[in-house]
């Protein structure tokens, strides 16, 4: 079974760096069998999906926010983990890691995390 | 960008039907995948490749789709069903190419 969670700051100021981290338990990140992913959900909205890191260390980004995210991968650790530039207001939302799975030439996302409410605010 | 767009809200009586709806253009050319969320929970997936469900989703949770339109369908609604539901697809020639659906609130009255 395979377990996420989300750690890191839950306050920011703006213009800071939101930096968070998923520790993965049950599977191995080394595992080519996930896309290691971030969803964000601003409070009352839908959701987002803001990229993800595979085995490899290849990524690839929502481009709203491309010029502002990093996504690594730490097998070591057995972690992964986000960090967004420059944050402001609009960037307050509850966090979620989550696996990405292929399936019949598509994509799902089968585990989560709990979240991780992210609030920037002065 | 791929838009996928959902009723924002579903009212129904326990024991109804519900049907969900998401819109999407050649929809049906996709694989959609549904997810419940509720409360101050994460997402739950309980539709996978149009129509399969994970393991442990009751078999009230069904889905179709074709043309512009997904469904989810909840037959026989309890209590706790009442959530939020998104559709969400995949699409290689969309950026981004994950995409989710615009959410919809499913109360039981």
């Known amino acids: 079974q395979v377990q996420l969670q989300e750690s890191g700051p839950g306050l920011l100021k703006p213009s800071e760096t939101l930096s968070l981290t998923c520790t993965v338990s049950g599977v191995s990140a080394s595992s080519g069998r996930y896309y290691w992913t971030w969803i964000r959900q601003p409070p009352g909205k839908g959701l987002e999906w803001i990229g993800y890191?595979?085995?490899?260390?290849?990524?690839n980004y929502n481009p709203s926010l491309k010029s502002r995210v990093t996504i690594s991968l730490d097998t070591s650790k057995n972690q992964f983990s986000l960090k967004l530039n420059s944050v402001t207001a609009a960037d307050t939302a509850v966090y979620y890691c989550?696996?990405?799975?292929?399936?019949?030439?598509?994509?799902?996302?089968?585990?989560w995390g709990q979240g991780i409410l992210v609030t920037v605010s002065s | 960008s791929y838009i996928l767009t959902q009723p924002p809200s579903v009212s129904l009586a326990p024991g109804q039907t519900a049907r969900i709806a998401c819109g999407g253009n050649?929809?049906?050319?996709?694989?959609v995948h549904w997810y419940q969320q509720k409360p101050g929970q994460a997402p739950v997936l309980v539709v996978y490749d149009d129509t399969d469900r994970p393991s442990g989703i009751p078999e009230r949770f069904s889905g179709s789709n074709s043309g512009n339109t997904a469904t989810l369908t909840i037959s026989r609604v309890e209590a706790g069903d009442e959530a939020d539901y998104y559709c969400q697809v995949w699409d290689r020639s969309s950026d981004p190419p994950y995409v989710f659906g615009t959410g919809t609130k499913v109360t039981v009255l």
């Open positions: 989550a696996t990405a799975r292929m399936w019949s030439n598509s994509y799902y996302f089968d585990y």
């Open positions: 890191v595979y085995y490899g260390g290849s990524t």
């Open positions: 050649k929809i049906g050319t996709k694989s």
